[in-house]
């Protein structure tokens, strides 16, 4: 059984084109095809998820949201009122049974350049148990290859990188007219000692760590440092002002919790394309963690996710809440 979520354009992984590509690969090898709605669940979970997040002044990562709430959970229940056991996705990422906890955790994938296990984290063991990933042991050309010699016509099929309900990554525009009730109007962008450097149409339109797009003139290359929603605010400044060390993630969901739950060593990841860095972690009264990278590092942003590993496996992964 294959699984598909709504979207608004045709041409992302989950838009009509990918239907219809689906469709036919399905046709070809000889198995039987559905195509599930979740459209109103999409909706709910990811769409006014990322709304309300950007809105809030922080940067959401809808991607991981859909793994979290749509194509796994989600996809596996509707695949067992089917009569299926088990689902299986095409993520470059493998499910691994830990030897001596017996728990369930999600590895790197094989081909470094195509790594999904970071958008993984927040799977829980029903769905781990319940779950393969049979392209995470090979790389992208052995598999464009496999579907090659199986005459596939999306052998050659380019990679999506858009997000599928916004593929234009005009994430202000869109937000201004799918829901204009939560807009702001113009606003200062201005630097942390108050100094006014320009203006925007409204903060939604900018995330941490932009460096593009400022429209502002200024003697050194300048950043978003933070959005302010209260003050319809946008602070802007150098580098080294985005370059940070301690950070704090919520609703954490572990795979293999050590058992030294204070200052123990792993290496934490904060976006998807970020290389994973040495860190000391400490689990808090609740059940919050403090990160401290050994080094500084740039644009570490409230609402994306933080993974733990342990050379390839992901033992955890949560949200970033706030930077020190």
Known sequence: ASNHCSALNTKACCGLSGVEDAREVADQIGIPYWVLDFEKEFKERVVDYFAAEYMKGRTPNPCIACNEHIKFRLFLKRARELGYEAIATGHYAQVLRDPGTENFCIREGVDPGKDQSYVL??????????????????????????????????ASKPD???????????????????????????????????????????YFHYT??????????????????????????????????????????????????????????????IRSQHEKAPARLSVLEDESVKVVFETPEEAITPGQAAVFYEGPKVIAGGWIDRVE
């Open 121 to 154: 984290f927040p799977l829980d063991r029903e769905v781990l148990s319940n779950l393969y990933l049979p392209v995470g042991g090979f790389t992208k050309e052995e598999i464009r290859a496999k579907a090659r010699s199986l005459g596939l016509r999306v």
């Open 160 to 202: 999506s990188q858009e997000i599928c309900f916004i593929p234009s990554h005009d994430y202000g525009r869109f937000l201004e007219r799918e829901y204009p009730e939560k807009q702001t109007g113009p606003g200062v962008i201005r630097t942390r000692d108050g100094r006014v450097l320009g203006r925007h149409d409204g």
């Open 208 to 269: 941490r760590g932009q460096r593009r797009g400022l429209g502002v003139a200024h003697t050194e290359r300048l950043y978003v440092i933070e959005t302010i929603p209260e003050t319809n605010e946008v602070i802007v400044g150098t580098r080294e002002e985005i370059r940070e060390t301690v950070f704090y993630v919520k609703r954490v969901n572990w795979f293999l919790k050590p058992e030294q739950t204070e200052n123990f060593e792993a290496q934490v990841k």
